[in-house]
């Protein structure tokens, strides 16, 4: 007789006596013993690793706590699903059902492979938060949100690849035919989720090649997209519109368009056309002169970037004067209000040279023989004039009122002219 035999026969005279002193069954006991201690277990797991948890809050390490927070309650269940099946596999055993503990060492694998892939979810998520936002004890630099999601994300795609290839062997499946099978099944998936895949591989052009990041202003008049970053995954960007509502575009997308970032500017443009009258075109060397005197003395306005303020061309109704710089700031908000501050400026600077704003005008002139006579409406008699002319009209309309029906009728309505002589109408003519 071996030790396993020895120890085999002592367990079951061990789960005879305490079955017939506790008045239970002998097979019951062994399985009860297990989930004891199961409970015993977890809830030694349950106060050690939360007070270790919140002990590496406060670490200066950046792994540590992540490592913790993603095993604490995936180990906690492997505890209970272990004890599951070794008191299954023991009634089995009793019963003598060889089939079950087959069945149940594969179940219990498969679902240890569930358990580290939630683990592992658990860990990259709460990693990714410690790489953008390290512990403020810690000397590491931050790594910005594009990055952070990109690693996670790649790691957390080879870790669940690798589970379910060995998820397959455990239930059976040759990875020789798995292999045999991936060229005329890559084939077909090919076609059929071309349009996934390619967005995939979009996503990843963009997390390596970095054209923008969560949280930029992007935008494409190619496609009418403009708004803010708010997640890069790998089939979809997400962007937020300013009129609101977010708009979700295809990773595909941004290898066939061109993506303007206008969050890494360095500095905003100010290009602006001041057209001043023709009669100011003695005044317009001296409108220039200040304007540049004005860009240049004003802190807001980029000297290290071209600043151009010249007389540019004759138009059509104004002298056009071209005023080019740039700005330190680059908020859109605050650039606006130091356009207005230059604006308002520059109107105090042609109002002190007597000049004034052109606006389209146009000019009528009279042949000669012809005189235009503007009427004199602030002449004293004017109003005098105007009372008369309504009195005749007034009196007109009275007279013309107070005519019998006939004679209304022939004022009206004449007839034709009588002529006596026939010379008469031709000297006429």
């Known amino acids: 007789m071996n030790i396993s035999d020895s120890a085999t026969n002592l367990l079951s005279r061990f789960q005879t006596e305490l079955g017939q002193w506790l008045h239970i069954p002998g097979w019951i006991v062994l399985p009860a013993l297990i989930l004891l201690i199961a409970v015993i277990v977890d809830i030694a797991l349950h106060f050690v690793l939360n007070r270790m948890e919140r002990r590496l809050r406060n670490s200066p ?3 540590d706590d992540p490592i913790l927070h993603g095993l604490r309650l995936p180990l906690r269940w492997w505890v209970w699903v272990t004890a599951l099946m070794v008191g299954l596999g023991v009634i089995g055993n009793h019963f003598e059902i060889e089939r079950l503990n087959i069945v149940l060492s594969r179940v219990g694998a498969l679902i240890t492979l569930l358990l580290v892939a939630w683990g592992g979810i658990r860990l990259f998520r709460r990693l ?35 589970l379910i290839l060995i998820g397959l062997q455990i239930l ?40 923008f990041v ?92 071209l600043i151009t303020v010249n007389f540019s061309t004759y138009g059509q109704y104004s002298l056009d004067i071209i005023v080019y710089a740039f700005t330190h700031e680059t908020d859109w908000q605050r650039f606006h209000e130091i356009k207005q501050d230059i604006l308002l400026k520059i109107r105090d600077i042609i109002d002190s040279h007597g000049a004034e704003l052109a606006i389209p005008a146009s ?24 009372a008369k002319s309504r009195s005749d009209r007034d009196t007109a309309s009275s007279r013309t009122e107070r005519r019998s029906p006939d004679d209304q009728r022939r004022h009206s309505n004449p007839g034709p002219r009588q002529t006596e002589d026939p010379q008469d109408d031709d000297s006429d003519a």
């Open 61 to 63: 390490r950046r792994w």
């Open 128 to 162: 990714e938060q410690r790489l953008v936002f390290p512990p403020g004890n810690c000397h590491a630099k931050p790594v910005d949100p594009t990055s952070a999601s990109a690693l996670t994300k790649i790691v957390g795609a080879i870790l669940i690849v690798t």
């Open 172 to 211: 059976g499946v040759s990875m020789s035919s798995i292999l045999a099978m991936g060229g005329f099944g890559g084939l077909v998936i090919g076609f059929a989720a071309r349009d996934v895949i390619a967005n995939f591989f979009g996503g990843m052009v963009v997390h390596l090649d970095k054209p």
């Open 214 to 305: 969560v949280g930029d202003w992007i935008r494409s008049p190619e496609r009418q997209i403009e708004g803010i970053v708010e997640d890069i995954g790998w089939r979809l960007t997400t962007v937020r519109t300013f009129a609101g509502p977010p708009l979700y575009v295809p990773n595909a997308w941004f290898s066939q368009i061109s993506v303007e970032t206008p969050t890494r500017m360095v500095s905003r443009r100010l290009w602006e056309t001041i057209s001043l009258r023709y009669q100011d075109i003695g005044a317009i060397e001296n409108v220039a002169r200040d304007i540049r005197n004005l860009l240049l003395e004003h802190e807001e306005i980029n000297q290290n970037e």
């Open 363 to 386: 000019r009528i002139y009279f042949p000669e023989g012809i005189r235009h006579q503007e009427p004199e409406r602030d002449h004293p008699d004017d109003e005098e004039r105007d």
